[in-house]
């Protein structure tokens, strides 16, 4: 079992005119089992929470703390949160030309558990979890998300969450551009990952029309680098009807 705690987490981001607050104290705790849904309108920082648990450098963190297990996260590096157990799917997944598919899986679970899978039986499980999410096993064999359409970008980044089989899955609107099809094969991935109770998933989104096949333990209300209030799945049906309206204008009050 795990947790992930983040206390009073604060965290700037440099511009021309100097550095800028995007988070302003967020304290939020994911146990093991549990999926938190994070939703906000645009630029209320949520992309910044998932980017400063996976330790991008854009983002400084300015006070607070995040802990896996008791451990300090942000005193690791990327590849260290990594092996530790952190996984950050990307709102928008980078190409990465001449290294294909079954390479960049491979050495991704090989840095993560400190040797390498045994080839027979990985090349099973690597083929197994590309049908899961409707991949083709020769999908495989193409260069990382060059020239993938956007729903086979977040097909395959839910292969690789299944694969690497992370502690704490961090899900940064992997709901974004999927049309229905793809959608329901990206959702019963993140339920096959969290079913098994012993993993954490922080899923962030602006809609509600995910959460129609991955039900929330818990819905937190994400403005102005905030959490402005939280709840159960309930949470999210009354921002579907009402929208973020009331919180902006509390925000700005």
């Not at 700037?12 to 302003?24: N, Q, R």
């Not at 598919?101 to 400190?114: C, E, P, Q, Y």
């Not at 991955?214 to 102005?224: E, Y």
């Amino acid at each position: 079992m795990s947790t992930l705690e983040i206390t009073d987490l604060h965290v700037s981001v440099a511009t021309e005119d100097g550095p800028k607050e995007i988070l302003k104290g967020v304290t939020l705790t994911i146990e093991s089992g549990q999926v938190h849904a994070i939703m906000g309108p645009n630029g209320s920082g949520k992309s910044t929470l998932a980017y400063s648990i996976a330790g991008h450098p854009k983002y400084e963190v300015t006070g607070g703390s995040v802990t896996l297990d008791g451990e300090d996260v942000l005193a690791m590096t990327v590849d260290e949160r990594a092996r530790a157990g952190v996984f950050l799917a990307m709102q928008y997944p980078v190409e990465v030309p001449g290294v294909s598919v079954a390479n960049f899986l491979r050495t991704a679970k090989t840095a993560i558990d400190g040797e390498a899978p045994k080839l027979r039986t990985w090349v099973k499980d690597v083929n197994a979890t590309l049908e899961r999410v409707d991949l083709d096993p020769t999908f495989s064999q193409r260069s990382v998300n060059e020239g993938f359409s956007g729903g086979e970008k977040k097909r395959h980044e839910i292969a690789q969450l299944e694969l690497l089989d992370p502690k704490v899955a961090i899900l940064d609107e992997t709901d974004s551009g999927l049309d229905i099809d793809a959608l329901r094969i990206v959702s019963e991935g993140v339920n096959r990952f969290s079913d098994k109770g012993d993993r954490g998933v922080l899923l962030i989104t602006h809609y509600t029309r995910i959460l129609r096949y991955i039900t929330p333990d818990v819905v937190h209300v994400f403005v102005n680098g905030r959490i402005a209030e939280q709840g159960g799945p309930e949470l999210a049906d009354q921002l579907e009807a009402e929208g973020y309206d009331k919180y902006t204008k509390a925000a700005t009050a």
